[in-house]
């Protein structure tokens, strides 16, 4: 997941300093690799035993709070991008 986030962070921040329109290849990249992250969770935790930041075992309770999240973050976040990079209502 870690490599996940690197790829959904750099793909926002080009979109915010090249000013790419809405929608774009990068924006395909962020919520594919959104999707990827959020698979890779769900079976880390139903194969592997996934954990919690805590230690404890997570469950799908903690899956679906993940992945709202991670959702929900992302869209603001590609909200903000295109808006600092000025294509939001071009």
Same mark, same amino acid.
């Given at each position: 997941?870690?490599?996940?986030?690197?790829?959904?962070?750099?793909?926002?921040a080009?979109?915010?300093m090249?000013? =790419?329109e809405f929608?774009?290849v990068?924006?395909? #990249? &962020?919520w +594919? !690799?959104?999707a990827?992250?959020?698979v890779a969770?769900?079976v880390d935790i139903m194969?592997?035993a996934?954990?919690?930041?805590?230690?404890?075992?997570?469950?799908? =309770?903690h899956?679906?709070r993940?992945?709202?999240? #991670? &959702?929900? +973050? !992302?869209a603001?976040?590609?909200?903000?991008a295109?808006?600092?990079?000025?294509s939001?209502?071009?």
């Amino acid at each position: 997941m870690l490599i996940g986030n690197a790829i959904v962070y750099a793909s926002l921040a080009v979109i915010s300093m090249n000013g =790419e329109e809405f929608p774009s290849v990068l924006d395909g #990249v &962020v919520w +594919l !690799t959104v999707a990827l992250t959020i698979v890779a969770r769900r079976v880390d935790i139903m194969r592997w035993a996934g954990k919690t930041a805590s230690g404890e075992p997570a469950t799908l =309770e903690h899956w679906r709070r993940y992945a709202m999240t #991670v &959702v929900l +973050l !992302t869209a603001l976040a590609s909200v903000l991008a295109h808006g600092i990079g000025g294509s939001v209502g071009s």
